[in-house]
């Protein structure tokens, strides 16, 4: 059997939406077991595909990793352990065979196809929690270091692209969901209507993306899908996180919430810390919104003041909610032969069907109105809210009469009898 060829374009990435319905997929019966036997021909040169199993699985350097699942380990051994992995190993899991990993370009970091104790892929989980949407797969498969892009526009989000067997059956072209349904004169050389997606039953196509044998997957660390939420969240404010560490930081900081309390200052010193990483975690999630090389048009308002208008692709794809009166930071680097510069303004209108701009109006005067090019926007995080809730606590555990007495024992969880009310009914 020839080699399967593989097409990529090189044309830049464009914008897209992410489309996470493209999970599920059409029936694949009658191209993958074609395409598996293509895409095995392609690795000819490392032996049939039992001797490349075999070889890879003894490549394997997970050390202890496997008692780690039969046996009681301390964490120390098993850091230790952690460390030799190569820098391609899955951040979650460990496993580190370069034909069942991929790199997210966004992080630059490495995930495997295998959905160990989750529903999903690694892969796949990542890409959703993170709202990433492009992959490139390992230097050493049989497909090289491709970026999974679409051949004809160069479009990189893999939630929207499929792959098309050619007529001749020596060929897979990666093409995205408008690319494979428009006409073109192209079209001689597949069938649009074969298109299928690369992401069936929540992982990559084993042709493209292996999934890791049930060795490797038992030898792999054992990570829950709690612990993986947890570790995408630590990730927002600590890049340089391991599952281990961002286990080690939850059980130091955070108090178990009981059923019963004390008295309010247990209350307090339970909820008091909650309450401090909530507000965190919402404030590095607003700070990671900040967009950069916005174009922006200025105009000036009947009160004198400017006003910036301008679009924002993560508000037009859905990633991030702004009201009326929300502050934004608009900020210029300083290229163009000019000082950097930094204003604060509020939202005072959104996008409609007469216009896709955001206007903010600015509350300083100096804006570069001569410049309307490169700049970055950032969401002012208030911390309103968060102050109020350890108001009210402290409140709750120094002042007796802050709430009445049924109140009290109730957020205590204590057991007390109904409080009647006595009044009387209006008469109608």
């Known amino acids: 059997m020839d080699s399967q060829d593989f097409y990529v374009g090189d044309a830049s990435n464009t914008q897209s939406c992410y489309e996470y319905s493209d999970f599920g997929g059409e029936s694949q019966s009658q191209l993958l077991d074609p395409l598996s036997q293509n895409a095995a021909a392609i690795s000819t040169d490392l032996g049939d595909t039992?001797?490349?199993?075999?070889?890879?699985?003894?490549?394997?350097?997970?050390?202890?990793?496997?008692?780690?699942?039969?046996?009681?380990?301390?964490?120390?051994?098993?850091?230790?352990?952690?460390?030799?992995?190569?820098?391609?190993?899955?951040?979650?899991?460990?496993?580190?065979?370069?034909?069942?990993?991929?790199?997210?370009?966004?992080?630059?970091?490495?995930?495997?196809?295998?959905?160990?104790?989750?529903?999903?892929?690694?892969?796949?989980?990542?890409?959703?929690?993170?709202?990433?949407?492009?992959?490139?797969?390992?230097?050493?498969?049989?497909?090289?270091?491709?970026?999974?892009?679409?051949?004809?526009?160069?479009?990189?989000?893999?939630?929207?692209?499929?792959?098309?067997?050619a007529k001749s059956d020596t060929v897979v072209v990666i093409l995205c969901r408008p690319c494979a349904s428009a006409p073109s004169s192209k079209d001689a050389l597949w069938d649009p209507s074969q298109w299928q997606t690369l992401i069936h039953d929540r992982k990559f196509v084993s042709w493209l993306i292996k999934v890791p044998s049930t060795k490797e997957q038992i030898a792999a660390r054992a990570v829950s899908a709690q612990q993986i939420r947890h570790l995408e969240d630590v990730w927002t404010g600590n890049s340089s996180a391991t599952l281990g560490s961002a286990d080690a930081e939850e059980a130091a900081d955070v108090q178990k919430v009981l059923l019963r309390y004390e008295d309010a200052y247990q209350y307090q010193n339970v909820f008091g810390p909650l309450v401090k990483i909530e507000a965190e975690y919402d404030?590095?999630?607003?700070?990671?919104?900040?967009?950069?090389?916005?174009?922006?048009?200025?105009?000036?308002?009947?009160?004198?003041?400017?006003?910036?208008?301008?679009?924002?692709?993560?508000?037009?794809?859905?990633?991030?909610?702004?009201?009326?009166?929300?502050?934004?930071?608009?900020?210029?680097?300083?290229?163009?032969?000019?000082?950097?510069?930094?204003?604060?303004?509020?939202?005072?209108?959104?996008?409609?069907?007469?216009?896709?701009?955001?206007?903010?109006?600015?509350?300083?005067?100096?804006?570069?109105?001569?410049?309307?090019?490169?700049?970055s926007v950032d969401f002012v995080w208030k911390s309103t809210s968060f102050d109020r809730m350890q108001s009210a606590m402290k409140k709750f555990a120094v002042m007796e009469n802050s709430v009445s007495e049924y109140i009290y024992h109730k957020l205590l969880g204590h057991n007390i009898e109904l409080a009647e009310l006595n009044f009387r009914m209006p008469r109608v």
């Open 283 to 375: 404030r590095r999630a607003k700070e990671a919104q900040t967009e950069d090389g916005i174009a922006v048009r200025w105009d000036t308002g009947l009160n004198r003041r400017k006003l910036a208008y301008f679009q924002l692709p993560k508000y037009e794809l859905g990633e991030v909610r702004i009201a009326i009166g929300d502050e934004l930071r608009l900020s210029y680097s300083g290229a163009l032969f000019r000082e950097p510069w930094k204003g604060t303004g509020y939202v005072i209108k959104l996008p409609n069907s007469n216009s896709d701009e955001i206007c903010v109006e600015m509350t300083t005067m100096d804006a570069p109105t001569e410049i309307t090019q490169d700049f």
């Open 50 to 165: 039992e001797s490349v199993e075999e070889l890879q699985f003894s490549q394997l350097s997970l050390g202890d990793a496997h008692s780690q699942v039969y046996s009681s380990e301390s964490e120390s051994d098993q850091d230790e352990d952690a460390g030799k992995q190569p820098d391609h190993a899955c951040a979650y899991c460990g496993i580190h065979n370069e034909n069942s990993v991929a790199k997210c370009l966004s992080c630059k970091r490495w995930f495997c196809n295998s959905t160990g104790n989750s529903s999903s892929a690694h892969i796949i989980w990542h890409l959703v929690s993170a709202h990433h949407k492009e992959v490139q797969l390992h230097p050493d498969s049989p497909l090289g270091d491709q970026t999974l892009e679409c051949y004809n526009c160069g479009v990189r989000n893999v939630f929207s692209l499929g792959f098309i067997p």
